[in-house]
């Protein structure tokens, strides 16, 4: 189907390295794994995605209840935390969503895709778990080796804030956002226009908003808004603030603010955000081949989320959330590119060993010795041929990166031993083993 | 949605577990890696699970290509093998699938569930790959330790050989193999009343049938059946029973033959096996108790497929494949039950330490050292408090089974220390670890 693709061997074992390092992280930081079914009612999905909701892929009519594909993997966890009355819960998930986007194939976006969540759910002090998700991305980029990167941060409530005071009303905040959202896209001038334009604020608004959201920096950038007249007066802007300063601390206490920049840009799409987000983006290596830059874009994302849980439980009990979801198929294309670039060939399997045979009707010795080898948790292959040529043998080693060959022909089975061979260097070492075998 | 189901930590870290053991006696065997999407074309699906076609979820039409989700992961594999026009692969594939069947849930039967296969495709001498999947099947019994096991076997070539010298018109043949199917669940006498009843069999055919699907054996059973004086006649069975013999010569020589056994009763489902089929099954233990022994079924299957890959081919090019699937839904209701009567408690997380203060005012102090930790690699996780008291601290430790606390007070940051306690012991070493730190 369109903007889906089948996932080869190569892509796999590529793949398999790069979950592993993040479920290992993920793990390292105490989560419990949770899998929620890839079907989920149509209703469980209506109205959390904003214009999302359209690119839901729904499911035909066929009798009983009606289904849609996951969109995400944040609405299922806030709709299992309800459902199950689950007040505190530190998961990860990583598992395929569904978009029915217009695919970009060329751009690593599919219709088909892994995400892979960590979430932080629970009543608890102030940006103590926020800095955690940071602290995750961190880790994960660092360890992945992506190249240089910037974990740009904002608040919702600042930006409801700024939007305030500069006079926007409330019924715009959420289109606002989604403007300001393409200021890592576009000059702040198209962003302007497209806010006074089609989305009917005044120029007196837009250009006020213009001020604020062109800034970006840290701990002092923070302080200076904290004594901006308007912005100091505004209660949520305030609160925003306060944990922007918090976050900060404890960034610094982690070691990892030198990548943290406080971006009054960064809008997020989503409509659950509610506090804290935050978005990890590449920083393009210099060029000196004056090439166009290639825009790798966000690798990570996510934020804070206080109402989607209580929008799922009958009483409206809230449970406040923060998670992030790591771009893992944008890491993948990139790190697949250089994979590519580079030349080399990942293999797709981890056989250590080729049982082969030098001689003609020597089959069953073969399969008695494999069999023995992976009884012993040894990674091991024979060609499934009665009576295969033993340059047959080799060149499939050579073909698929099997380091080493057991060889037992005529000589070996008198000798009661077994030739190990290291197929780079033919170096061969004779191993005392025993058949007893009836030739067949 | 009706027939599915979240997994919960507990059940996660229990399925974790399963999944490892069989993905690495998958890579043991030397199989790579491949991922299909969990769509497919309607089309393709069609016309390949005989009475499962019905059970096929469908997608709404929402513009673009008619959807479905995947039934299973074979014909995913046999289109992939066609599309790239790949004539040899070993590979395996561990995702969910889908069907809209009557969900039996309290038996581990479910609209959503996982499959794990492993299939070898390519053009081979007779029965070794074939000979590899009952070893592969033996393997993953053998180290889950569910209980003594049979693994059983029969070829389609040899039942549609028997149904030839029975006098079944051949156009009966398939309707008949549903019926033998069924011969695990009901006694032939009911089976045969199907027959000769609903699918209108001579009472004469039925009993010709009925003399040999109730045979079952070993080596000595083919050697009766090869000499036959009708069965031995027919072309399709002789060369099945040929096949059988090989069969039985190299699971030999795997050391496995004791668990299989030759079982001409067993037909299997699905239309598109053409040669050997198996089955596993968990033998009931003794019970002495008298009571209802409890049906465990099938906990693995598989077969040859030589046509399934042809069909998606615009040329018919065939390309001969075997493969096994392990029922590993089953295997974790078995696994869970077991667990659950045992009382034993899973652990959901890997943390290995927790970072802790006995005082106020020292949330630096263990931010500072659990990101220490984290850099290490070491698994920590502290209270998202910022003045937790240490009782609730180490009461966390023994809720979710943590086994060490890493404790920095007042008197430690002085000391340059960190105090480590083994929870259970309540063991404490001191450890110089210098917190250069501002409390906060």
Known sequence: PQGTRDQPPAHMALRERLFAAVVACFKRHGAAALDTPALELRETLMGKYGDGTKLIYELQDQGGERLALRYDLTVPFARYLAMNKIATMKRYHIAKVYRRDSPATSRGRYREFYQCDFDIAGHFDPMIPDAECLKIVHEILSELKLGDFLIKVNDRRILHGVFAVCGVPESKFISMCSSVDKLDKMPWEDVRSEMVGEKGLSPEAADRIGQYVQLHGGLDLIDQLLQDPKLSQNKLAKEGLGDMKLLF???????????????????????YYTGVIFEAVLVQQENNHMEEPVSVGSVAGGGRYDGLVGMFDPKGRKVPCVGVSIGIERIFSIMEQRLKASGKKVRTTETQVLVATPQKRLLGARLKLISELWDAGIKAEMLYKKDPKLLKQLQYCEDTGIPLVAIIGEQELTDRVVKLRVVTTREEVRITFYIRIQKC
């Open 249 to 271: 601390e404890y960034v610094t206490l982690f070691g990892i603010a030198g990548k943290i920049c406080f971006d009054l840009s960064l809008a997020r799409g989503l409509d």
